[in-house]
Protein backbone atom coordinates (compact mmCIF):
# COMPACT_ATOMS: atom_id res chain seq x y z
CA UNK A 1 0.00 0.00 0.00
CA UNK A 2 1.26 3.55 -1.22
CA UNK A 3 1.05 6.75 0.59
CA UNK A 4 0.47 10.03 -0.30
CA UNK A 5 3.78 11.41 1.17
CA UNK A 6 6.40 8.12 0.89
CA UNK A 7 10.25 9.00 3.02
CA UNK A 8 12.39 10.01 0.26
CA UNK A 9 15.22 7.49 1.17
CA UNK A 10 18.73 7.79 -0.69
CA UNK A 11 20.54 4.78 -1.59
CA UNK A 12 24.22 5.17 -1.88
CA UNK A 13 25.43 1.29 -3.75
CA UNK A 14 29.19 0.59 -2.53
CA UNK A 15 31.51 -2.33 -2.29
CA UNK A 16 33.29 -0.14 1.03
CA UNK A 17 36.00 -2.00 1.31
CA UNK A 18 36.72 -0.59 3.32
CA UNK A 19 34.34 2.26 4.06
CA UNK A 20 35.99 5.81 4.56
CA UNK A 21 35.62 9.11 5.54
CA UNK A 22 35.49 10.18 1.85
CA UNK A 23 32.28 7.47 1.93
CA UNK A 24 31.30 9.38 4.69
CA UNK A 25 30.91 12.97 4.00
CA UNK A 26 28.95 12.18 0.47
CA UNK A 27 26.61 10.19 2.19
CA UNK A 28 26.21 12.52 5.58
CA UNK A 29 25.74 15.70 2.95
CA UNK A 30 22.78 14.42 0.80
CA UNK A 31 21.22 12.82 4.39
CA UNK A 32 21.51 16.16 5.89
CA UNK A 33 21.18 18.89 2.92
CA UNK A 34 19.23 17.44 0.19
CA UNK A 35 15.38 16.47 0.73
CA UNK A 36 16.54 12.99 1.78
CA UNK A 37 15.25 11.63 5.17
CA UNK A 38 18.27 9.34 5.24
CA UNK A 39 20.37 7.63 3.16
CA UNK A 40 21.05 3.64 3.10
CA UNK A 41 24.89 2.68 2.66
CA UNK A 42 23.79 -0.37 0.64
CA UNK A 43 26.97 -3.49 0.77
CA UNK A 44 27.17 -4.89 -2.53
CA UNK A 45 28.47 -8.41 -2.34
CA UNK A 46 29.51 -8.02 -5.85
CA UNK A 47 29.85 -5.83 -8.95
CA UNK A 48 29.45 -7.35 -12.28
CA UNK A 49 32.49 -5.40 -13.17
CA UNK A 50 34.96 -6.17 -10.13
CA UNK A 51 36.33 -9.69 -9.19
CA UNK A 52 34.90 -11.24 -6.40
CA UNK A 53 37.98 -11.90 -4.88
CA UNK A 54 39.33 -8.57 -4.91
CA UNK A 55 36.67 -7.73 -1.98
CA UNK A 56 36.57 -8.51 1.83
CA UNK A 57 34.04 -10.51 2.93
CA UNK A 58 30.32 -9.44 2.73
CA UNK A 59 30.15 -9.52 6.49
CA UNK A 60 33.31 -7.75 7.40
CA UNK A 61 32.34 -5.04 5.01
CA UNK A 62 29.13 -4.81 6.38
CA UNK A 63 30.25 -4.79 10.16
CA UNK A 64 32.72 -1.90 8.87
CA UNK A 65 29.95 0.40 7.56
CA UNK A 66 27.59 -0.40 10.75
CA UNK A 67 31.01 0.79 13.27
CA UNK A 68 31.22 3.96 10.81
CA UNK A 69 27.76 5.19 11.28
CA UNK A 70 26.81 3.88 14.25
CA UNK A 71 26.28 7.51 15.84
CA UNK A 72 24.17 8.88 12.71
CA UNK A 73 20.87 8.54 12.89
CA UNK A 74 20.58 9.64 9.60
CA UNK A 75 22.48 7.01 7.56
CA UNK A 76 21.56 3.23 7.62
CA UNK A 77 23.73 0.29 6.84
CA UNK A 78 21.80 -2.24 4.48
CA UNK A 79 22.49 -5.88 3.67
CA UNK A 80 19.89 -5.87 1.26
CA UNK A 81 21.85 -7.08 -1.71
CA UNK A 82 23.53 -10.33 0.19
CA UNK A 83 20.26 -12.09 0.02
CA UNK A 84 19.25 -11.13 -3.80
CA UNK A 85 20.91 -12.91 -7.06
CA UNK A 86 24.46 -12.54 -7.67
CA UNK A 87 25.94 -10.56 -9.28
CA UNK A 88 23.93 -7.74 -8.04
CA UNK A 89 22.08 -5.47 -10.46
CA UNK A 90 21.23 -1.89 -9.62
CA UNK A 91 17.76 -2.12 -11.15
CA UNK A 92 16.67 -5.19 -9.58
CA UNK A 93 17.87 -3.94 -5.92
CA UNK A 94 15.29 -0.72 -6.87
CA UNK A 95 12.68 -3.13 -7.79
CA UNK A 96 12.90 -5.12 -4.90
CA UNK A 97 13.11 -2.68 -2.39
CA UNK A 98 10.28 -0.55 -3.59
CA UNK A 99 7.97 -3.95 -3.63
CA UNK A 100 8.88 -3.93 0.31
CA UNK A 101 9.20 -0.81 1.19
CA UNK A 102 6.08 0.97 -0.59
CA UNK A 103 5.91 3.26 1.96
CA UNK A 104 9.23 4.65 0.84
CA UNK A 105 10.73 6.37 -2.59
CA UNK A 106 14.03 4.90 -3.55
CA UNK A 107 16.30 7.69 -5.05
CA UNK A 108 20.05 6.67 -6.59
CA UNK A 109 23.02 8.37 -5.29
CA UNK A 110 25.91 8.63 -7.68
CA UNK A 111 28.89 10.24 -8.61
CA UNK A 112 28.98 12.06 -11.91
CA UNK A 113 31.66 9.91 -13.23
CA UNK A 114 29.42 7.05 -13.38
CA UNK A 115 26.44 9.23 -15.49
CA UNK A 116 28.38 8.47 -19.00
CA UNK A 117 28.26 4.60 -18.38
CA UNK A 118 24.89 4.65 -17.24
CA UNK A 119 23.58 3.42 -20.37
CA UNK A 120 25.58 -0.02 -19.84
CA UNK A 121 23.95 -0.54 -17.01
CA UNK A 122 21.24 -3.54 -17.32
CA UNK A 123 17.74 -1.60 -17.84
CA UNK A 124 18.94 1.55 -17.64
CA UNK A 125 15.90 3.14 -19.30
CA UNK A 126 13.45 1.59 -16.63
CA UNK A 127 15.79 3.13 -13.89
CA UNK A 128 15.63 6.54 -15.22
CA UNK A 129 11.89 6.05 -16.05
CA UNK A 130 11.05 5.22 -12.29
CA UNK A 131 13.91 6.49 -10.28
CA UNK A 132 15.21 10.13 -9.80
CA UNK A 133 19.52 10.18 -9.53
CA UNK A 134 20.97 12.47 -7.39
CA UNK A 135 24.65 13.28 -8.39
CA UNK A 136 27.12 14.35 -6.92
CA UNK A 137 29.78 16.36 -9.21
CA UNK A 138 33.21 15.07 -10.00
CA UNK A 139 35.92 17.96 -11.01
CA UNK A 140 37.02 16.56 -14.24
CA UNK A 141 34.22 14.64 -15.48
CA UNK A 142 31.23 15.23 -17.96
CA UNK A 143 27.84 14.33 -17.21
CA UNK A 144 27.31 13.34 -21.37
CA UNK A 145 24.28 12.80 -23.17
CA UNK A 146 22.53 12.33 -19.88
CA UNK A 147 23.25 15.88 -18.29
CA UNK A 148 19.88 17.39 -18.58
CA UNK A 149 17.45 14.11 -18.33
CA UNK A 150 14.74 15.58 -15.93
CA UNK A 151 15.38 12.59 -13.07
CA UNK A 152 18.67 13.33 -13.16
CA UNK A 153 19.24 16.34 -9.81
CA UNK A 154 23.11 17.53 -9.66
CA UNK A 155 24.62 18.84 -6.13
CA UNK A 156 27.40 21.25 -7.39
CA UNK A 157 29.09 21.86 -3.71
CA UNK A 158 29.08 18.22 -2.33
CA UNK A 159 32.23 17.97 0.04
CA UNK A 160 34.60 15.11 -1.66
CA UNK A 161 37.87 13.93 -0.23
CA UNK A 162 40.19 12.20 -3.22
CA UNK A 163 40.73 8.88 -0.73
CA UNK A 164 40.44 5.31 -2.39
CA UNK A 165 39.93 2.37 -0.65
CA UNK A 166 42.48 0.38 -2.80
CA UNK A 167 44.98 3.03 -1.06
CA UNK A 168 43.78 2.50 2.76
CA UNK A 169 44.11 -1.64 1.94
CA UNK A 170 47.82 -0.79 0.81
CA UNK A 171 48.50 0.72 3.58
CA UNK A 172 47.58 -1.67 5.69
CA UNK A 173 49.24 -4.85 4.00
CA UNK A 174 52.27 -2.04 4.26
CA UNK A 175 52.16 -1.29 8.60
CA UNK A 176 51.51 2.78 7.09
CA UNK A 177 48.87 4.60 9.13
CA UNK A 178 45.65 5.01 8.39
CA UNK A 179 44.47 7.26 10.85
CA UNK A 180 41.74 10.37 9.88
CA UNK A 181 41.15 8.29 6.84
CA UNK A 182 38.68 6.04 8.47
CA UNK A 183 36.67 6.66 11.68
CA UNK A 184 37.65 5.96 15.09
CA UNK A 185 35.86 2.59 15.82
CA UNK A 186 36.79 1.69 11.80
CA UNK A 187 40.94 2.07 12.48
CA UNK A 188 40.28 -0.01 15.55
CA UNK A 189 38.41 -2.80 14.51
CA UNK A 190 41.10 -2.73 11.14
CA UNK A 191 44.12 -2.72 13.23
CA UNK A 192 42.74 -5.35 15.78
CA UNK A 193 41.53 -8.08 13.08
CA UNK A 194 44.19 -7.54 10.73
CA UNK A 195 41.73 -7.99 8.17
CA UNK A 196 43.14 -6.62 5.11
CA UNK A 197 46.80 -7.56 5.99
CA UNK A 198 45.70 -11.13 6.42
CA UNK A 199 43.30 -11.26 3.35
CA UNK A 200 45.90 -9.43 1.42
CA UNK A 201 43.32 -8.18 -0.81
CA UNK A 202 43.66 -6.47 -3.97
CA UNK A 203 42.50 -5.22 -7.47
Known sequence: MSTRNPTKIGLFFGSFNPIHVGHLIIANHMATQTDLKEVWLVVSPQNPLKLKQSLAR???RLHLVRLAIDDNLRLRASDIEFSLPQPSYTIDTLAYLREKHADKQFVLIM??????TLPKWKNYDL???DFEIYVYHRPGYELGELANHPQIKVFDQVPQMQ???SYIRECLVADLPIQYLVTEPVLKYLESSGL???NRVKE
Do not use: E, F, M
Open 58 to 60: DQD
Open 111 to 116: GGDNVP
Open 127 to 129: ILR
Open 163 to 165: ISA
Open 196 to 198: YKK
